[in-house]
């Protein structure tokens, strides 16, 4: 790539870190795409980017393996640092035959804990010295910020060994109080599975798993880590509370197996954050959660099977920490944080919202 035009990606990631965009996006027809506060907005005093500016980008960025990977995949994700002391998570993929590039700029900033807009409740379970802490939600909801402030508090205030397992390691993190490790899976170890069987062999205090769980021996090795007597903290891609364990569960097609799994979960869970980010009145995104802490009335219907009640065990659990997404929403619209109708769109039953009667925290 030219130097002008080196010059052109280096300013547009310099403006999308300045304007604290998530995204830059280049897609083959039409002009650069930032998307800031979840909102995909073009770039219109750019060129239309053409496949000779994406040819040129992905030579730029990509050794020779990473563009043999791509032309054999069609698909790479990588980390680097292209803009002084910021590293940017790249995705390439094709589309139309086409390569659309993605560089997603990565935090390196995150709240202390203490100012995590999580409850006291959930964020005391950092202090147990064993159990599983699940934290959860779709792309893009903040979930990676959440994990750092909660390993940070561990690293700064105990005198752990922490190794965290990770898809890719985004953000590089120093030992402070405690010792800490990062295996990246496909570099340091070929997979999750290898990863966690080598930890037979270790001695540690935290295992976290930032790398989604996608079968059973995966589960079954980190209930086992858990029930060692070591502190679990997992990161999840699911839409709830409920769908977090529905995907657990969903990985055991033998009965007998899987009554067993809901037994075991139902003792290790500490508890499971889901959350979103959502845009606020004035600007900016706030963060919105559902939020289960096990106790016993939840551990005996996680033991059951019966995930479809756990929202109305979520429901009743206020004066122990709990609340679902929407009594959360209710929350925020009643505080002139979110607009009713953004919390409409993020609501689980937008039709209970909008019947919601006198009485009830909010009258949409």
């Known amino acids: 790539m030219n130097s002008s035009k080196t010059l052109i ?15 830059l996006l280049f897609v083959v027809g039409i002009q650069p795409i930032m998307k800031l506060e979840g909102e ?51 995705n390439i993929y094709y589309q139309k035959n086409v390569p659309t590039i993605s560089f997603q700029t ?26 599983i802490i699940i934290i959860s939600g779709p792309y893009a909801s903040g979930k990676t910020t959440t994990l750092l402030s909660f390993i940070s508090e561990i690293n700064n205030t105990k005198n752990k060994h922490i190794i965290i397992l990770e898809e890719l390691t985004e953000n ?35 295992l976290v798993v930032s790398k989604s769980i996608r079968d059973k021996n995966e589960l079954k090795e980190i209930l086992n880590i858990s029930s060692s007597g070591k502190l679990v903290l997992i990161m999840e891609h699911t839409s709830s509370v409920e769908g977090t364990l529905d995907q657990f569960l969903s990985f055991f097609s033998n009965e007998n197996e899987k009554k067993y799994m809901q037994s075991v ?22 963060l919105a959660t559902e939020i289960l802490i096990n106790n016993k009335t939840s ?6 099977g019966n ?6 065990v979520i429901k009743i659990g206020e004066v122990e920490g709990m609340h679902t997404l929407d009594q959360n929403l209710q929350e925020l619209v009643k505080n002139n944080e979110i607009l009713p109708e953004v919390a409409i769109d993020f609501a689980h039953n937008a039709n209970k919202f909008s019947n919601t009667e006198e009485n009830d925290l909010i009258k949409w």
């Open 9 to 23: 990606l280096n300013n547009l990631l310099k403006k999308t870190l300045e304007k604290k965009a998530s995204v």
């Open 40 to 90: 995909c907005l073009l770039i219109k005093d750019e060129e239309i980017v053409n496949q000779e500016y994406s040819r040129d980008i992905i030579k730029s960025i990509l050794s020779t393996e990473e563009q043999e990977i791509l032309e054999r995949e069609r698909n790479i994700t990588i980390i680097k640092e292209i803009v002084k002391d910021y590293r940017f998570r790249i």
């Open 106 to 131: 990565i935090n390196n900033e995150y709240p202390p804990l203490e100012k995590l807009r999580i409850n006291k409740q959930f964020k005391d379970l950092v202090n147990r010295n064993s159990g």
């Open 172 to 206: 590089i993190l120093s030992s402070n109080n405690s010792i800490v490790e990062q295996i990246e899976i496909g570099k340091d170890a070929k997979s999750l599975q290898d990863a966690l069987d080598a930890l037979n062999y270790k001695t540690y205090d935290v």
């Open 265 to 286: 979960l139902s003792r290790e869970l500490l508890g499971i954050v889901n959350q979103r980010l959502i845009k606020k009145i004035g600007g900016g995104r706030t």
């Open 299 to 304: 551990r005996a219907t996680i033991d059951e």
């Open 307 to 312: 995930i479809a009640q756990i929202r109305n």
